[in-house]
């Protein structure tokens, strides 16, 4: 499958033309310069936790949507600006069980702090995963949550404001070389001593257990 642009390489290669950002449809009702310099002025490091239990497929250096998972990839330069907006919202919102997006964050606190929710759930295999965003292949497709969801407009539908902002989506693969530990691994290893914040009294012999 075709992506959009190259991460990297966006703002040089965009100029504005309606091939970055959006959809192919309505062009002008979405600032997608916006999207595109926000993207590009991401950290370096992106993160994400998961288990065997997540929805997509997951592993050390190959991700796939729910949708793409279950083979049923998609163009997204096909999505009128109308079926992104329905997109957006249903990923965001955690309504769409077959979305099309991957979800990464650009804050590690955020993402450990899942993870132990994952842990607290019940869940023995929790992995975290950290990549340098320079590694991401030419041509991937990648936007920065919030400010797609406000560019389409998205945002106002939402029960809660700023979602997204410390968010990346990629759109239904991503093959790229990262690192990845296991929660126990840092739990033994004693990361708890260093993010005391995160060892809560009601919940401290669960996590640790």
Same mark, same amino acid.
């Given at each position: 499958?075709?992506?959009?642009?190259?991460? &990297? $390489?966006?703002?040089?290669?965009?100029?504005?033309? &309606? @091939?970055? !950002?959006?959809?192919?449809?309505?062009?002008?009702?979405?600032?997608?310069?916006?999207?595109?310099?926000?993207?590009? $002025?991401?950290?370096?490091?992106?993160?994400?936790?998961?288990?065997?239990?997540?929805?997509?497929?997951?592993?050390?250096?190959?991700?796939?949507?729910?949708?793409?998972?279950?083979? $049923?990839?998609?163009?997204?330069?096909?999505?009128?600006?109308?079926?992104?907006?329905?997109?957006?919202?249903?990923?965001?919102?955690?309504?769409?069980?077959?979305?099309?997006?991957?979800?990464?964050?650009?804050?590690?606190?955020?993402?450990?702090?899942?993870?132990?929710?994952?842990?607290?759930? !019940?869940?023995?295999?929790?992995?975290?995963? #950290?990549?340098?965003?320079?590694?991401?292949?030419?041509?991937?497709?990648?936007?920065?949550?919030?400010?797609?969801?406000?560019?389409?407009?998205? @945002?106002?539908?939402?029960? #809660?404001?700023?979602?997204?902002?410390?968010?990346?989506?990629?759109?239904?693969?991503?093959?790229?070389?990262? $690192?990845?530990?296991?929660?126990?691994? #840092?739990?033994?290893?004693?990361?708890?001593?260093?993010?005391?914040?995160?060892?809560?009294?009601?919940?401290?012999?669960?996590?640790?257990?």
């Amino acid at each position: 499958m075709e992506t959009e642009i190259s991460i &990297d $390489n966006a703002a040089e290669e965009s100029d504005g033309e &309606d @091939d970055v !950002g959006r959809t192919t449809d309505h062009s002008a009702e979405v600032d997608t310069q916006l999207i595109l310099d926000r993207t590009n $002025n991401k950290p370096r490091y992106m993160f994400r936790a998961y288990s065997s239990g997540s929805r997509g497929f997951n592993s050390n250096g190959l991700f796939k949507s729910q949708a793409a998972k279950e083979g $049923n990839y998609r163009d997204v330069e096909s999505l009128t600006e109308s079926e992104m907006k329905t997109h957006l919202k249903k990923h965001i919102g955690h309504e769409e069980l077959e979305s099309h997006f991957i979800s990464f964050s650009v804050s590690y606190l955020w993402v450990f702090r899942k993870a132990l929710r994952m842990k607290e759930q !019940g869940r023995q295999d929790v992995r975290i995963v #950290m990549l340098e965003s320079f590694e991401i292949p030419r041509g991937t497709w990648v936007r920065h949550a919030h400010s797609m969801l406000r560019g389409y407009g998205a @945002d106002a539908d939402l029960m #809660m404001k700023n979602l997204g902002v410390a968010e990346l989506l990629v759109w239904d693969e991503l093959r790229v070389s990262m $690192n990845e530990t296991k929660l126990d691994d #840092m739990l033994n290893g004693g990361v708890l001593t260093l993010l005391p914040i995160f060892k809560m009294p009601n919940n401290e012999e669960t996590i640790t257990g």
